[in-house]
């Protein structure tokens, strides 16, 4: 039992000197304009979450999240010339981006383009090594859109 307490110490030691909390190591600055930004998309505020976000990258231009949510908030804003140029950038930054991935995916539906939200179910599934809420949701988002217009 004492060696499990003793291991169970160490291990968490080197935890937190890896994570840098002795007192002479700052803290990771939080970018209220994220966070902000962040807190709008949650109250479907889309104006202030396009001010903040856009705030938050001219400060940190390759952020590929920061690129997602202005692709989000545009969407959401009906402005989706622009959210697919975020979600590109988004993309471009980080080709795995799995949130990109699904909200392009969407906004292909909206205006009619099956085949590329497909491309972008197929690269969460690869991306998704098992099933993801990503995959999930814009898999829904697909069969509701096909069985929408399966009549037409």
């Given at each position: 039992?004492?060696?499990v307490l003793l291991m169970l110490a160490l291990a968490f030691s080197l935890t937190t000197l890896a994570a840098g909390s002795d007192s002479s190591t700052p803290a990771v600055a939080r970018d209220p304009d994220f966070d902000g930004g962040k807190q709008a998309i949650e109250a479907k505020n889309w104006t202030l979450a396009l001010e903040m976000f856009g705030r938050a990258s001219v400060r940190d231009p390759n952020n590929a999240d920061i690129q997602n949510y202005l692709g989000y908030a545009n969407?959401?804003?009906g402005n989706l010339d622009a959210a697919f140029a975020n979600y590109a950038t988004?993309?471009?930054l980080d080709p795995r981006h799995k949130a990109a991935h699904e909200y392009v995916g969407e906004a292909y539906l909206m205006v009619n383009n099956?085949?590329?939200a497909e491309e972008h179910l197929a690269a969460l599934d690869k991306i998704c090594f098992w099933s993801c809420e990503e995959f999930r949701d814009l898999k829904r988002e697909i069969d509701e859109y096909k069985s929408k217009h399966a009549n037409k």
């Open positions: 039992m004492r060696i969407r959401k804003s988004a993309l471009r099956l085949a590329k």
